[in-house]
């Protein structure tokens, strides 16, 4: 098969060019350089990122941090397809401490604690020990839109595409969890990678789940993604996959999962990755009269994919409008567009169901009447009935922004 | 002043990748072995540079912070705090008051 993990030879020389000069401001205005950057256009701080190639196993990818790797998904990509190409899947790591390369006949996954049998499975049980499973769905980093909360949050400032859709490969947790044999009085699953903390003392990333949601048969443990083995930045050899979950929990290159018999009491859990405990997780700033919870799920979200804020639109003739949409923990039930800043609202066309804790495209025709500035918004409505609010979110976290989305373009 | 730094962000690393030529099927998995881009972006000169340069770059780079929004001197303070205490970076008092000196003169807002 063609390798997809070339190096764009000129894009690297471009970076290596860049990365030279430490008179940067020359190359910033240079038009080889401004091809590789985005400017995201958020008010309150440097909106202004350069896109690499310079990635293993990666295409252009938005570099939001050098080291250890934020990687965004340039949003071009999500008008493509539902399925996000491997190549162009966000990345997250939170410490840089982890290999470039394993010896696979070494590579094991313990299963320990509270089960009758403590496992080590090599990598050909996972492949061949147990029955495969397949699903559909989205990874979502938990800061995925952060840059739109006002007042603007510490933290990954992704914009809108710490977000990717997979077909995962892999094998049920349930079936690996049954094998181990759990305990009567387990109550909770703790998950590890081979990621390590840099500093000592500091604490090593784990996240935990019930274990009546860890045996509910969609909680998997990947070695494919789209059907190639996953990319390194993506956590080769496998991952936790978490459906309908923020990608938070889905531990990268995992070796470790610990059945607990008492609540997770690790700094990711009662510290890190938690939400008010409030409708949309919505707070003002400096209020603090309110409790703070485990993130926990996706919530519906829907983006427009042809139309990027800005552009031009023809007056009185029908335009297509699409894009992709997800419902969080559940499906998509329906996605409307506005063209009246949300006083009233259409019904869009939905694509193919391909699992409903993926992308779903959707698709309608408009047609713009008046001359001027005009706003397109979508809403994505899940099948729990949960629809994307309309209200601008905040919390101190920056964590689980899904606000109805507005494009402004102009009728000409 | 900061934009132009980002320029120096992406040093390319040599990219080694043995990808897979095989795994359609998903019946073995082959090891990549690659490198990783690194930056050696520093911040810019300033009072309290050499204090953010000698305590933050260990974990991190740079245009982690550089790419921060503007915020006011007492998020930046919670920011440093949450790095002493939560994530160990072993900063003095002096120099975490540096620090928060730095960043809420070159990222501050009122």
Known sequence: MKSHQILHPTMSRRGLLAGAGMGGLALMSSPAWAQDTVDFHVPGGPSIRPISTAYPEKGRMIVQRTSPPWLETPFEVFD?????PNDQHYVSWHWADFPTQFDLQKYRLTVRGQVNRTL????????????????????????????????????????????????????????????????????MVRFAGVEDAILPGAPKFMKSITVDHARDGEVMIAF??????????????????????????????LNDIEVLNHPDDNYWTTTGYRIPNVPHGNVKPGDKNYQMVPITTNRPRSFITNINDGDTMPIGAPATVRGIAFGGDCGVARVDLSLDGGKTWRATQLGKDEGKYGFRRWTTQVTLA??????????????????????????????????????????A | MLRSLLSTAIICGTVLVSGPSFAASLDQLKSPNVDLPTSDTMFPDGPGADEINGSCLACHSADHILNQPLLTREAWQEVVNKMIKAYKAPIDPASAAKIVDYLARTKGKS
Not at chain 1, 151 to 157: C, E, L, S, W, Y
Not at chain 1, 371 to 389: D, F, I, K
Request: net charge positive; charged share 15%; hydrophobic share 40%.
């Open chain 1, 224 to 253: 494919g993604m789209n059907g190639q083995q996953l990319p390194l930045l993506n956590g080769f050899p496998v991952k936790l996959i978490i459906p309908g979950w923020v990608a938070t929990y889905w531990i990268k290159m």
């Open chain 1, 80 to 84: 493509k397809g539902t399925f996000t």
């Open chain 1, 370 to 411: 008046a001359r001027g500035a005009q706003t397109l918004m979508v809403r994505c409505t899940n099948t729990s009935g949960e629809a994307q609010p309309d209200f601008p979110i905040w919390n101190p976290g920056g964590y689980m922004y899904n606000t109805i989305e507005t494009t402004h373009v102009v009728a």
């Open chain 1, 120 to 187: 080590s499975l090599s990598l050909n049980d996972l492949l061949h020990g147990l029955p495969r499973f397949e699903i559909a769905a989205v990874s979502q980093c938990t800061g995925n839109g952060r840059p739109s909360m006002q007042p603007r949050v510490a933290g990954a400032q992704w914009y809108k595409g710490a977000m990717s859709n997979a077909l995962w490969t892999g094998v049920r947790l349930k079936d690996v969890l049954d094998r181990a044999g759990v305990k009567a009085d387990a109550t």
